[in-house]
């Protein structure tokens, strides 16, 4: 808590004194500071970590780890360079983004980031970031004191999304129908992945060899806690104009990658103000089936708010677009995209129209020509095709993660 000097005191003018020359040094040369990353399926955690890494300065530079070094030091990504370019460049907090950096941050890349960058800190989180050789990535920056820690983000990660993922494919056979996966491989791949990487625990019944194995019902699939504070931390708390033109998007926003934000920068240059309506989970696994949405409503919303082309959110949003809705939130468009999980289903296309019916018949619905056609299926498909490479680099970032957990101590969180 910042303490309050007593007005008219002479503490209280040197506070201010000192207020304004901060304020001025800043204008004139603004801290700014660094992150590096993969950034690989981009999720909450990664835009949490650089929302931390923007408070610790005033501008925030995000280096982009390339394919061919992801590829040496962890094995193949499951999105391409430029993919995970939108992604970054999406995130409100970050001012700049920096391609091609190495994966280990040398002496003579950190003398590049303070001249020609102007980099003043290097910034990473509490969980320890190893090179392949097992030494610190960042050594070299903390021996230069010009590091900074932030809090890792708790019960969410690339890995764990994975296990997921397979168990969705596994057990979801409308969806597993899309990524072309068969009995046999689902059962494995979803078997080998949860169980031996994930920590997922599974029983066999031994009188039916033939039939997958039940995950117990104990079993937890995520670490995630909700706060209050968090949406606060994700909300710009924009309010908008009264005469602004207000979009209305809706959707599940699972997963959220590439087709999401694309549409969503083009929704928002349909107006002034972009609202995104979130469906709860029970509506989404009612349109799309077993162990849908992936990403739970609390984690959709951070993901979505987390993006600069969104100026509001509604945490479970109804599913039909009624006259009380556009009233309250004082919506003159609503759009849709021409891409989405469903978008070919027959039972999907009949609920559209019951959830449309009123703006159409209103004459303020706007269909959306889809930039990209990524959809959740997609990335599910690419991690299959990739199995073994993924197998391998889970089981190394699972021994990781349980040591992290094991001996992790408190940081204060920005």
Known sequence: ??????????????????????DRRRRRKPVRVYMDGCFDMMHYGHANALRQARATGDELVVG?????????????????EQERKIM?????????????????????????????HRIDYVVHGDDPCLLPDGTDAYAHAKEMGRFKMVKRTEGVSSTDIVGRMLMLVRTNNRFSEKVAIGDKDKQALAKQFSQNQQGFDYTDDKDKPDEPPVLKRDTVL???????????????????????????????????????????KKAKEQGDFLLVGL???????????????????????????????????????????SEDLITTFNISLVVRGTVSETSADQHDKDSKDLRYRTPKANN?????????????????????????????????KVASEQKYYKSKQHVTEG
């Open 1 to 22: 808590m910042q303490y309050r000097y007593r007005p008219g005191s002479i503490t209280g003018y040197i506070s201010r004194v000192l207020a304004g020359h901060a």
């Open 64 to 80: 982009l780890v390339p394919d061919r070094e992801i590829m040496r030091c962890k094995g193949p990504p499951v999105q391409n």
């Open 88 to 116: 970054v460049e999406a995130v409100k907090w970050v001012g700049e983004v920096i391609t091609d950096v190495p994966y280990e941050l040398t002496p003579d890349f950190l003398e590049e980031l303070f001249t020609k």
């Open 222 to 264: 995520s670490r995630f806690m909700p706060t209050s504070r968090r949406l606060v931390q994700f909300s710009d708390g924009n309010v908008a104009d009264p005469a602004a033109k207000i979009v209305y998007i809706d959707g599940a926003f699972d997963l959220f990658h590439v087709g999401h934000i694309e549409l969503l």
């Open 279 to 321: 469906h709860t989970d029970e509506d989404v696994s009612e349109r799309r089936g077993l162990h849908l949405p992936i990403m739970d409503l609390h984690e959709r919303c951070l993901s979505v708010l987390a993006c600069k082309y969104v100026d509001e959110a509604i945490i479970g949003a109804p599913l039909e677009i």
């Open 364 to 396: 303020m619905f706007r269909q959306l020509q889809s930039p990209s056609d990524m959809t959740t299926a997609t990335i599910i498909s690419r991690i299959f095709a990739n199995r073994k490479a993924y197998e391998d680099r889970n089981a190394k």
